[in-house]
């Protein structure tokens, strides 16, 4: 594992950080490291629209929204039916 030294950290962040260690039972340090493990792990916005963009690249024919909205409306109308059906059949006693 590689070393950091951070200089100029604002107090107040080091304060966030001290306040979270100890509510989670942590070390300054453990908090530092899981905090930048996290926030390294989080996909940026250019990364997410690039994503985007194959994405669609490999559909070759987009529903669009109004297909998509039907869909769910379909969808939740034939759920709905199912979950009527189910709650009144008749039970067996």
């Not at 942590?26 to 994503?51: C, G, K, P, Q």
């Not at 559909?59 to 759920?79: C, M, N, S, Y």
């Amino acid at each position: 594992m590689a070393t950091l030294h951070i200089r100029n950290v604002p107090e107040e962040v080091v304060e966030v950080l001290k306040g979270r260690a100890n509510r989670n039972k942590h070390s300054l340090n453990t908090e530092v490291v899981e905090t930048l493990t996290e926030a390294a792990r989080r996909s940026r916005v250019d990364e997410i629209l690039e994503n985007i963009d194959r994405i669609q690249a490999r559909i070759k024919h987009p529903p669009t929204g109004e297909q998509i909205a039907e869909g769910l409306r379909r969808d939740r109308e034939e759920r709905a039916e199912h979950l009527w059906r189910v709650a009144t059949r008749p039970r067996d006693e």
